[in-house]
């Protein structure tokens, strides 16, 4: 079973559903833990993080009302999602990550060498994410409450950055959310940041994989529910032998999948279950992707040298052009 295949597959098909679903009356809903652009037009299903900052950007009191059911019944939808499906919204549903894989597959093809970060680099950065995700709480809140200095100009903050509303939308032949703000500073600070990360999204591709991925609060808000999502990965450290290639293949470059010997289920805050490291994986049974304890995907020797004759046979063909 090519497994990196199938996910291509879904990655794409999910990407014509998300974008165009519109117009085959497709509607997935708008609360779901993933970057499908709201501002896309006729989409077919939107990020919950916009009406999420909407709803908070109310005073605290209503809270205790109708407004509360209302944040309430959104966050169990996604929370709903998050355990069903766990981090496979990023490996396997994502626009945006189908975007960076494919711009990592182009850096291949030219074969232009990848960059990694240090072990020190990496764990100051992890952090970014968790920043993210508390100011597009705390600040939607306090422009409902009247903190000083928050005017409505910050509405929804996170989306004014992201990336995904200027750059999805051109996927509809809308241009209209690609620009910079000039009414007010918020919007001038948070647009320029939006159009400068579009361009790191296209150059970060071509010297570190998933990138932007390590910095995405959507991924600090699935990584709540890593250990409790129906999708699991799992290791027997016993049968490990430390040999360094999940750690290599992986595109987040989480170094507790190799170095791990204790844990069982190995779905860490960055892990974005694409199963690679099952790939790369050359000991039986060693790591092994459950739904609800189920093994679904698992290591093995004789998988792992089959991958390793086709990938050479792709690089004598590829030396031979």
Not at 49 to 65: V, Y
Not at 91 to 109: E, K, S
Not at 113 to 131: E, L
Request: with cysteine; glycine share 8%; aromatic share 10%.
């Amino acid at each position: 079973m090519n497994v990196q295949r199938l996910r291509l597959i879904s990655q794409f098909v999910f990407f014509v559903l998300l974008t165009y679903g519109g117009l085959f009356a497709i509607d997935l809903g708008s609360r779901m833990p993933t970057f499908s652009c709201a501002f896309v037009p006729d989409n077919g299903g939107s990020c919950f993080l916009i009406g999420f900052q909407h709803m908070l950007s109310r005073p605290l009191p209503e809270f205790l009302g109708e407004q509360g059911i209302r944040l309430l019944k959104s966050l169990g939808i996604v929370a709903l999602w998050a355990v069903v499906i766990n981090k496979a919204w990023c490996g396997w549903i994502c626009p945006f990550g189908l975007m960076q894989d494919l711009l990592t597959r182009l850096r291949n093809l030219v074969f232009i060498d990848m960059s990694r970060f240090g072990w020190v680099t990496r764990k100051r950065y992890k952090s970014v994410k968790y920043i993210l995700l508390a100011l597009l709480i705390l600040i939607p809140l306090g422009i409902g409450n009247g903190v000083p200095g928050l005017s409505r100009d910050w509405t929804a903050p996170f989306c004014q950055m992201c990336p995904a509303r200027p750059l999805m939308p051109l996927f509809r032949g809308d241009f209209s959310e690609f620009h910079i703000d000039f009414s007010s500073w918020p919007g001038l600070a948070l647009t320029t940041i939006a159009v400068i990360l579009v361009g790191l999204l296209f150059t970060s591709a071509f010297v570190k994989r998933r990138f932007l991925c390590s910095y995405c609060p959507m991924l600090a808000v699935l990584s709540l529910f890593d250990k409790v999502g129906f999708l699991s990965l799992n290791k027997d450290g016993q049968k490990c032998t430390r040999c360094g290639n999940c750690s290599r293949a992986c595109p987040m470059e989480i170094r507790e999948i190799e170095e791990e010997k204790t844990l069982s289920n190995l779905v860490t805050q960055d892990c974005i279950l694409c199963l690679k490291c099952i790939d790369a994986c050359p000991e039986n049974q060693a790591l092994e992707a459950r739904f609800l304890g189920m093994p679904i995907y698992t290591a093995s020797a004789e998988g792992f040298l089959k991958r390793q004759n086709v990938d050479l046979l792709r690089l004598k063909r590829k030396k031979k052009r």
